[in-house]
């Protein structure tokens, strides 16, 4: 079974917002009093290997005198938040002095960014809180030195790039959910739509081909599709008061029907010679797997 791998690279998130331009414009979004900064005030800080889940859908952006932390919850809520946050607001200090080679052994008190952590959440707020802090993680009635305050961002202003990047999680999602036996259509349709909608439109038409190939990595992932047709399962199976171990077996069923689907669409590339490279991209078979079908390109 293979485990949900991201890099700094490969997710629309990271890969939206490490682009200076559109960094610019989440700035000025967060901070629409700042009328003066360019895209020579950014520095992209690449947050990579702080946590050891292999998920690294975060990033850092330096503004002048601030350090501005984003993370992505996705459209489900995690309750650790400002755990993740507080590990990648310490190893970004870190690297920031090594960077600057600030010495920590001096009478000089060293001066550093200020910060600010947000989390972009693409799913329904609900009654959820607008702040999350470290002291909930803390038990109740304690108190402690140490605190940190995160931001939730839920929705934003029609048409700035925090709208179009939380609408257009949105109709992916919606997609998944429209097209659950077929990624290629759950991918071309979000592309669509989000253009007719002008959500990340000149964004998809510059990097459409990255995205498809983001898009894809995370549909086909096996655990994530596991996870979510089991928890469907599950809701089903509780509203008609089915035992869970026979949602669980009609979730294996689901899989393995997938596959067979999956193997079926294969031997149709292969047979119309298609290469075997984008024969795995559009299918989420190995290479080997489609080797083993014994079809010829």
């Given at each position: 079974?293979?485990?949900?791998?991201r890099?700094?690279?490969?997710?629309?998130?990271?890969?939206?917002?490490?682009?200076?331009?559109?960094a610019?414009?989440?700035?000025?979004?967060?901070?629409?009093?700042?009328?003066?900064?360019?895209?020579?005030?950014?520095?992209?800080?690449?947050?990579?290997?702080?946590l050891?889940?292999?998920?690294?859908?975060?990033?850092?952006?330096?503004?002048?005198?601030?350090?501005i932390?984003?993370?992505?919850a996705?459209?489900?809520?995690?309750?650790?938040m400002?755990?993740?946050?507080?590990?990648y607001?310490?190893?970004?200090y870190?690297?920031?002095?090594?960077?600057?080679k600030?010495?920590?052994?001096t009478s000089?008190?060293?001066q550093?960014?200020?910060?600010e952590?947000?989390?972009?959440f693409?799913g329904?707020?609900?009654n959820?809180?607008?702040?999350?802090?470290?002291?909930?993680?803390?038990?109740?009635?304690?108190?402690?030195?140490?605190?940190?305050?995160?931001?939730?961002?839920?929705?934003?202003?029609?048409g700035d790039?925090?709208?179009?990047?939380?609408n257009?999680?949105?109709?992916f999602?919606?997609?998944?959910?429209?097209?659950?036996?077929?990624?290629v259509?759950?991918?071309k349709?979000?592309?669509?739509?989000?253009?007719?909608k002008?959500?990340?439109?000149e964004?998809l038409?510059d990097?459409?081909?990255?995205?498809?190939?983001i898009?894809y990595?995370?549909?086909?992932?096996?655990?994530y599709?596991?996870?979510?047709?089991?928890?469907?399962?599950?809701?089903?199976?509780?509203?008609?008061g089915l035992?869970e171990g026979?949602?669980?077996?009609?979730?294996?069923?689901?899989?393995?029907?997938?596959?067979?689907?999956?193997?079926?669409?294969?031997?149709?590339?292969?047979?119309?010679?298609?290469?075997?490279s984008?024969?795995?991209k559009?299918?989420?078979?190995?290479?080997?797997?489609?080797?083993?079908l014994?079809?010829s390109?």
């Amino acid at each position: 079974m293979c485990n949900i791998k991201r890099t700094t690279k490969d997710s629309v998130f990271t890969t939206l917002f490490s682009h200076k331009e559109y960094a610019l414009q989440l700035f000025k979004v967060l901070h629409p009093e700042e009328k003066n900064v360019t895209e020579k005030d950014i520095e992209i800080i690449t947050i990579d290997n702080v946590l050891t889940d292999g998920i690294y859908n975060d990033l850092g952006l330096m503004f002048k005198d601030r350090l501005i932390i984003l993370a992505e919850a996705q459209s489900n809520w995690n309750g650790n938040m400002a755990i993740r946050g507080l590990f990648y607001l310490s190893e970004t200090y870190k690297r920031y002095i090594a960077k600057n080679k600030i010495s920590l052994f001096t009478s000089t008190t060293v001066q550093l960014p200020v910060p600010e952590i947000y989390v972009i959440f693409t799913g329904e707020k609900g009654n959820r809180p607008d702040e999350i802090f470290l002291s909930d993680h803390f038990p109740k009635n304690s108190s402690s030195p140490l605190q940190l305050r995160i931001k939730m961002i839920y929705d934003s202003r029609k048409g700035d790039i925090i709208y179009q990047y939380i609408n257009f999680c949105k109709v992916f999602d919606q997609m998944r959910k429209d097209f659950p036996d077929s990624v290629v259509m759950a991918v071309k349709n979000t592309i669509s739509i989000c253009r007719n909608k002008d959500l990340l439109a000149e964004f998809l038409r510059d990097h459409e081909t990255e995205l498809n190939d983001i898009m894809y990595d995370f549909l086909y992932n096996e655990e994530y599709w596991r996870k979510l047709m089991l928890r469907d399962e599950r809701k089903k199976a509780r509203e008609e008061g089915l035992a869970e171990g026979h949602a669980e077996g009609l979730v294996e069923g689901r899989i393995q029907g997938a596959h067979d689907k999956a193997v079926e669409t294969a031997r149709l590339m292969l047979a119309n010679n298609i290469e075997i490279s984008m024969v795995a991209k559009c299918t989420g078979l190995s290479i080997k797997e489609i080797e083993a079908l014994g079809i010829s390109e």
